[in-house]
């Protein structure tokens, strides 16, 4: 009995020793291929929540272990992507594991749990207790097709927000282009279209951002985030497309021959546009162009400044209650123009919000054929020019003196006109009681 205790008595004197041990020695970073193998998380709570995606994501066979789980792991049971066992973890649970998260709000099972992780040699993670857990999840992120891992070396001053700190600036600045990190294998010659957003340099999205910090030459529109340009290497080619001379071409079919011309000649080349590049952005011709010539090209989607100039006016396009649609029209022909491919009187007819693009010069001439068709001379309207911008400015009015209001107030391209009860509602406003059923969603 006494030898036994004595034993115990060294045990767990060499396990601490080990612990003491482990805090000087660094961890050892690793990738682990967890695909089709087997994986066991302990308690269903906000650890696992926010670590099973990654860990479905690398094709592993996951076994939940947990009597309850949040709803949204429990989401991933029902999808079928992890197995739920509804019970606490019991001693043998971990047989011909890979690994395991240790995760329960139980100390006694978590203490079960790794002890066994320990005596069978599966890699395990405790969420409770760092120090006896064989392995720590860094703190990752991805950008492009790189992971980036941050792992404290040493379990003393073990400072996970430091990582996650640290993990942050690092992918920001890759995405961004900020920390530069030249590709060795060469990069494929081809064009992307990248929707630039509204105008406010933070609105592009982050795909867009890096292709732009990758770019040898980028062809850009007058509208979009022009601030980015500056940022550019000054060995990247900037031209303004506006700028392209086209003799006896039309201006669009000289910018998709410059695109042609650089992505031929082996450059990486960016065609950076307002907003998204299929709304009135004529992206697709330029697609086709590219298309017929075999030249690969990567469309971006961007922010299109249908919806974001509204709601960076305080205007929603839709409210519950209010509006149940809208509708995005081009207004750079008038209504009565035998060119114009929409039909004004359905558009009048129409209940929800009106968006129209390119409209300041003919508004007053649109909202004479919207009365016309019957629509409230009273309807709200609201003018929004370089939305997002430092620029920014509404203008309202009705639709009955828009066009004089937009003169007398001399508003300019570009603006986007809303027209429709939503350019009423805002932060203040009374809620709507509206039409809608209770639980209906928009
Ligand atoms: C040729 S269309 C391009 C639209 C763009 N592709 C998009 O998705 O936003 C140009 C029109 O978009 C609207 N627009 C674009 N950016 C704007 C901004 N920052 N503020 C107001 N209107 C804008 C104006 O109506 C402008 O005349």
């Known amino acids: 009995m006494a030898e036994q205790a004595d034993h115990a008595d060294r045990a767990d004197r060499a396990g601490h020793a080990d612990r003491a041990g482990h805090a000087d020695h660094p961890a050892y970073p690793v990738g682990l291929r967890l695909h089709g193998r087997r994986v066991v998380v302990v308690g269903g709570g906000q650890v696992a929540q926010r670590r099973l995606p990654q860990l479905i994501a690398t094709g592993a066979v996951i076994t939940l272990i947990s009597p309850s789980a949040t709803p949204s792991v429990e989401a991933m049971a029902d999808a079928g992507e992890i197995r739920w066992e509804h019970r606490r973890y019991q001693d043998g649970d971990l047989a011909d594991t890979w690994y395991a998260l240790i995760a329960s709000s139980d100390t006694t099972a978590n203490d079960a749990a790794s002890a066994e992780a320990e005596r069978t040699r599966t890699w395990c993670v405790r969420a409770d207790d760092a120090e006896a857990a064989t392995a720590w999840t860094p703190a990752t992120g991805r950008s492009e097709n790189v992971t980036v891992a941050v792992l404290t070396t040493t379990s003393q001053g073990r400072d996970p927000r430091h990582s996650a700190a640290i993990r942050d600036a690092i992918v920001e600045g890759l995405r961004d282009g900020t920390l530069a990190a030249p590709h060795h294998r060469t990069r494929a010659p081809g064009v992307a279209l990248v929707g630039g957003g509204p105008g406010d340099p933070d609105l592009i999205t982050v795909r867009g951002r890096r292709l732009l910090a990758e770019a040898d030459v980028v062809i850009a529109d007058r509208l979009g985030p022009r601030d980015l340009l500056d940022e550019l290497p000054p060995h990247v080619e900037v031209i303004d497309a506006a700028k392209i001379p086209y003799g006896r071409f039309m201006a669009q079919e000289a ?188």
Do not use: Y
Not at 405 to 434: F, L, M, N, Q, W
């Open 255 to 442: 910018i998709n021959q410059a695109l042609i011309e650089h992505a031929k000649a082996g450059k990486s080349v960016v065609r950076l546009k307002g907003g998204d590049p299929f709304v009135f952005g004529r992206g697709m011709e330029e697609a086709q162009a590219l298309a017929a010539e075999g030249i690969p090209c990567t469309v971006v989607p961007g922010i299109s400044s249908t919806i974001s100039v509204p709601g960076a006016a305080g205007i929603p396009v839709t409210h519950r209650g209010v509006a149940h649609e809208f509708t995005v029209v081009s207004g750079h022909v008038a209504p009565e123009d035998p060119r114009s491919l929409v039909d004004w009187e359905a558009v009048a007819r129409m209940r929800g919000t009106l968006v129209l693009l390119m409209a300041v010069d003919k508004i007053g001439a649109i909202a004479a054929a919207l009365i016309a068709h019957g629509k409230d001379p009273a309807t709200p309207v609201a003018l929004v020019q370089e939305g997002t911008t430092a620029a920014q400015r509404r203008v309202d009015a009705t639709l009955a003196d828009v066009g004089e209001r937009a003169v007398a107030e001399d508003v300019r391209p570009p603006a986007v006109i809303v027209i429709g009860d939503v350019v009423a509602v805002g932060p203040h406003s009374a809620p709507t009681t509206g039409q809608d059923r209770p639980g209906d969603q928009q």
